[in-house]
């Protein structure tokens, strides 16, 4: 029995390994990497969820944890791999973290200050995964746009110029007025007073989650077609179509 509590934390925790190492390849540069290790923290992010309401061994440590494994996985990474694409776009920028210099004085920095704007969006999904664990609202649905989906929002760009590398894509991911602005707009989505729909499955039955069997066909579809380009016409689908149900429950 002890052993079946845990199986949902061990979930977490490999979720919070994947942050962790997502994390050391987003400061070394290697955003691919990092974009790798955030889907997979993200893959099990969803599935010690599933795990707990299965087993039936939910608890506040475990929602707990899964706060803490987020802000690494969903908040951390996305706000570096903001502040690597900010200071390729910034004038002045570096290519990469291996031109810093480590034998600089203390108070030198090689890289534009305007770029620890990126930061903001790990302050903004701390305030966020805070706000939900104490919000009694967000039990069958979210209020703002959950940390995961604005990660894979932010982790989608560096995949785009890696494997999309399209010349009006690549220009636009690296206008450094683009990537301040989807900043502030990721920041104020993570806690916004919008109500969306959750991917959490109570039941397999189809009528009460037509809304949620119709987006993962919707999704796979897009990525089929467009691969790492649907990410983002995906998340912005999410936010369009709960603003359509106004939030209201699935099973309703």
């Known amino acids: 029995m002890v052993i079946k509590r845990q199986i949902p934390n061990f ?12 994390t050391i390849f987003a400061v070394q540069g290697n955003l691919v990497m990092a974009a790798l290790f955030v889907g997979m923290g993200i893959f099990f992010d969803y599935f010690d969820g ?3 309401r299965i087993l039936d061994v939910k608890s506040e440590m475990g929602l707990q944890l899964d706060s803490l494994a987020d802000m690494i996985t969903s908040g951390l990474v996305p706000g570096i791999v903001m502040f690597q694409l900010l200071i390729r776009a910034l004038p002045g920028g570096i290519n990469s973290t291996s031109e810093w ?3 600089s004085t203390w108070w030198e920095w090689n890289f534009p200050v305007l770029a ?3 930061l903001l969006i790990a302050a903004a999904s701390g305030y966020r995964l805070a706000k939900f664990n104490v919000d009694e609202r ?11 989906a604005n990660a894979l ?13 399209h010349p009006i894509a690549v220009n636009l991911i690296l206008n450094e007025w683009f990537l301040i602005g989807l900043t502030l707009v990721s920041c104020y989505m993570l806690n916004a ?7 959490k499955f109570s039941d397999w039955s189809f009528k009460p989650n037509k809304l949620r069997y119709f987006f993962i066909g919707y999704c796979l579809l897009l990525v089929i077609l467009f691969q790492f380009i649907a990410i983002p016409v995906i998340i912005v689908s999410y936010v ?4 359509i149900f106004r939030g209201k429950r699935i099973e309703e």
Do not use: K, R, W
């Open 101 to 103: 210099d480590s034998h």
């Open 116 to 118: 620890l704007i990126g």
């Open 11 to 22: 979930i977490t925790i490999l979720n919070l390994l994947c942050g962790a190492l997502a």
């Open 240 to 243: 369009a179509l709960s603003l």
């Open 138 to 148: 967000q039990t069958d649905s979210f209020i703002g746009l959950p940390t995961p």
């Open 193 to 199: 007073e919008i109500p969306l729909f959750a991917l």
């Open 153 to 165: 929002l932010i982790l989608s760009l560096p995949l785009i110029m890696a494997y999309q590398p």
């Open 50 to 52: 599933m795990a707990a």
